[in-house]
């Protein structure tokens, strides 16, 4: 069984260009939560997406980030024009259904550094 | 909202030896925790959660956590651990009833020598 792919697993950045990060969730997952993990802190919750709908942002700084979940496809995490700031390891999780205290799955993560 | 306190950064260990890592939580409503293990350069990995019902709760790998409500506590211990148990562990809340978004504390970094 294929466990939450993120891809790409490290990348960089010059400050000013466009991120892409993706993440296909667990089989069988509808629900994709993205986090993001800064140097020694904890992870923090960005945003929380079913297909086609994003459910809460409430974490989503408000500009230069999206997302999106499409019908078909991976999810993908967008940043634009980055600064030094958005060096961070960015997780995805997923889940079957959006119910409180189901188990989320991660992935592996993407290490974003912003040169 | 909710937040998670891990006051401990870093647990210095003897192999063998018990462990307990401690995590704290405040909430104005009634929530769910979660423990997590992150080996280096590794995602997540759920170790156990409390939902409801005993209040303690066993997990993988030998790790068990006591649900404390008048404390708010969800402290983590393994009676023995082992050099592969060195890792980063996180304590994590989500809202029961609503979207399970979670909140993590900031990790407490174990280190297990020989």
């Known amino acids: 069984n294929a466990g939450v792919m993120q891809n790409p697993r490290h990348l960089v950045r010059r400050r000013g260009q466009e991120a892409r990060l993706r993440c296909s969730p667990m089989?069988?997952?509808?629900?994709v939560y993205w986090y993001r993990q800064l140097p020694e802190e904890g992870l923090k919750f960005m945003v929380y997406?079913?297909?086609?709908?994003?459910?809460?942002e409430s974490g989503m700084p408000k500009e230069r980030f999206s997302a999106e979940f499409p019908k078909e496809g991976p999810s993908i995490l967008r940043i634009q024009q980055v600064v030094r700031g958005d060096s961070a390891a960015y997780f995805c999780?997923?889940?079957?259904?959006?119910?409180?205290?189901?188990?989320?799955?991660f992935g592996d993560g993407t290490r974003l550094s912003i040169l | 909202a909710q937040s998670v306190t891990q006051l401990d950064s870093q647990v210095p260990v003897f192999e063998e030896a018990p462990v307990e890592l401690r995590c704290n939580y405040s909430?104005?409503?009634?929530?769910?925790l979660f423990w997590y293990v992150q080996y280096p350069n590794q995602g997540l990995q759920l170790l156990l959660k409390?939902?409801?019902?005993?209040?303690l709760v066993k997990g993988i790998n030998g790790f068990e956590a006591e649900f404390n409500k008048s404390q708010t506590s969800f402290h983590l211990r393994k009676p023995s651990v082992h050099i592969s148990d060195t890792a980063e562990y996180f304590c994590?809340?989500?809202?029961?009833?609503?979207?399970?978004?979670?909140?993590f504390g900031t990790g407490t970094r174990l280190q297990v020598t020989l």
């Open positions: 999780a997923s889940s079957p259904l959006g119910q409180a205290g189901q188990p989320q799955h």
């Open positions: 089989k069988g997952h509808s629900h």
């Open positions: 997406l079913q297909k086609e709908n994003i459910i809460d």
């Open positions: 909430s104005s409503v009634s929530v769910y």
């Open positions: 409390y939902l409801s019902g005993s209040t």
């Open positions: 994590a809340v989500s809202e029961t009833g609503t979207a399970s978004k979670l909140t």
